[in-house]
Nanobody, 123 residues
Framework: QVQLVESGGGLVQAGGSLRLSCAASGRTFSSDVMGWFRQAPGKEREFVATISWSRARTYYADSVKGRFTIFRDNAKNTLYLQMNSLKPEDTAVYYC????????????????WGQGTQVTVSS
């Protein structure tokens, strides 16, 4: 059974930082594309960032480019999202995702999802 378990969410002031982690189990993810999505209250889930299996390619939504960094440790089957210069509009539930396909913009269409971790940024 595939499991993606996110951690690291919480409450932070605007301008602060958080690092999200996603521990993957149930199969080997080292050959998968992985990514992060988020969903704010009353809004649709949106793409945040994608990383290729080799870590050679990363893609970001324009709204987080330059502030967020996606990286992975294939030996630990763990995905990360370093979030700096957080803004109140970054408040959302953040989801880890794996597998599936990506489009020419780097947007992931995953086969597996985590259950999410809440990130709240206060102004």
């Amino acid at each position: 059974q595939v499991q993606l378990v996110e951690s690291g969410g919480g409450l932070v002031q605007a301008g602060g930082s958080l690092r999200l982690s996603c521990a993957a189990s149930g199969r080997t993810f080292s050959s998968d594309v992985m990514g992060w999505f988020r969903q704010a209250p009353g809004k649709e889930r949106e793409f945040v960032a994608t990383i290729s299996w080799s870590r050679a390619r990363t893609y970001y939504a324009d709204s987080v480019k330059g502030r967020f960094t996606i990286f992975r440790d294939n030996a630990k089957n763990t995905l990360y999202l370093q979030m700096n210069s957080l803004k109140p509009e970054d408040t959302a539930v953040y989801y880890c995702a794996a597998g599936g396909t990506i489009d020419y913009n780097g947007r992931l269409y995953p086969s597996d999802w985590g259950q999410g971790t809440q990130v709240t940024v206060s102004s």
